[in-house]
């Protein structure tokens, strides 16, 4: 959706394994990942998925991912970065990314059918939730 020459690279997004943390527990599968994968093929949600910084849409696209893709327990994004995301990552430090998704995600308008794990967006951040995750620009 950007025009111009942006700088594309490859991302963990997302890893296979039960978590605990402040939203409770939640366990990603193998068959979490498909399902956000062609979830995302299809468009389901119905717009570009953006990357902001720190889980914080107000100030803007770091940047949009443009393909997901399962690699052994990881879900990995290509993302199209903007100067805002590029500047976030090399002077402000920000290295991982964050992924937010719905587990059960329903249509808000009629038919209102359910799709299963749907991809909403991600944040930049500088802690992820996920621990063992390669930093951005070293997978």
């Not at 068959?31 to 100030?59: K, S, W």
């Not at 059918?113 to 390669?134: E, K, M, N, S, Y």
């Amino acid at each position: 959706s950007f025009g111009g020459n942006l700088i594309m690279s490859s991302c963990q997004l997302l890893r296979c394994a039960q978590f605990a943390g402040p939203l409770g527990e939640i366990e990603i599968t193998p068959v979490m990942l498909t399902e956000l994968v062609r979830n995302f093929d299809a468009g389901t949600y119905g717009q570009a998925i953006f990357v902001d910084v720190a889980h914080n849409p107000v100030n803007g696209a770091a940047g949009e991912i443009s393909r997901l893709w399962p690699s052994g327990l990881w879900l990995m994004a290509d993302v199209a970065w903007t100067p805002y995301g590029l500047s976030a990552i090399t002077d402000r430090g920000f290295q991982y990314l964050s992924a937010e998704f719905d587990r059960d995600f329903r249509e808000n308008e009629p038919p209102r059918r359910w799709f299963g794990a749907v991809l909403l967006g991600a944040g930049l951040t500088i802690r992820p939730w996920i621990r063992d995750q390669a930093p951005i620009g070293r997978v």
